[in-house]
């Protein structure tokens, strides 16, 4: 992702700055991707693994990253404190 979009993005609902997300996030996200427990903010399951994804600063909400283009959709987000994602993070 190009440094000077990343830097002046932000969160559409908070307002706060993103990141890329870390190797280690998007592994456990996939995981409960692949398991099933995973939805969006709209309630949606998430199906697809991902490849890139934006964090917010506060480590509260996920946002994919599709094909390079970001999803900066409120219902497209995915709150990160979900059980699935907690008890993935917490055994690595």
Do not use: F, W
């Not at 994804?53 to 094909?67: E, K, Q, S």
């Amino acid at each position: 992702m190009d440094k000077k979009l990343l830097a002046i993005l932000c969160c559409p609902v908070t307002h706060k700055g993103l990141s890329l997300a870390r190797a280690s996030l998007l592994d456990s996200i996939n995981t409960a991707i692949e398991a099933g427990e995973l939805v969006n903010r709209d309630g949606a399951l998430m199906r697809e693994k991902l490849k890139e994804a934006l964090v917010t600063d506060d480590g509260r909400t996920l946002y994919p990253i599709n094909d390079g283009i970001p999803v900066l959709l409120e219902g497209e987000g995915c709150a990160l404190d979900q059980s699935a994602i907690r008890d993935l993070c917490n055994h690595q």
